[in-house]
């Protein structure tokens, strides 16, 4: 049997990808790796990047590092700033807008969810 190691990554060696209105660097993902652990994410928005209201079907938390944006959920808005830990249960439908120059957050979640509303107006994942 291998022995199983502590894994790290550097956010400076992760290059950015396009997740329609954001970009994200994805520091572990088990979709890439095949493996049953959950996704971990650095995604930036700028003023006025949006998703399109989804849900996880597990649990989904962020640590907001840097901006503003709202969270819209069952008819409430939760403004999200620099330290603002959220944690959405299962299920949760949501959406959410960035409000500052630029958002900076960092998230956990089941890597199979459908994310953002793309430039077609479908859904990505």
């Given at each position: ?38 996704k971990l994410a650095v995604t930036t ?18 640590m907001t590092l840097k901006g503003e ?57």
């Amino acid at each position: 049997m291998t022995a199983r190691l502590p894994e790290m990554v550097q956010l400076s060696a992760v290059a950015p990808v396009q997740l329609f209105d954001f970009q994200q660097q994805v520091l572990f993902s088990p979709k890439e790796r095949g493996e049953g652990f959950i996704k971990l994410a650095v995604t930036t928005g700028k003023r006025g990047a949006r998703s399109t209201p989804h849900a996880h079907p597990r649990d989904e938390v962020t640590m907001t590092l840097k901006g503003e944006a709202v969270l819209r959920s069952g008819g409430q808005e939760f403004h999200m700033t620099e330290g603002t830990a959220m944690r959405l249960p299962p299920g949760v439908i949501h959406e959410v807008e960035v409000l500052s120059e630029e958002w900076v957050v960092i998230a956990a979640y089941c890597d199979e969810c459908q994310l953002c509303r793309g430039p077609d107006g479908g859904m990505g994942a």
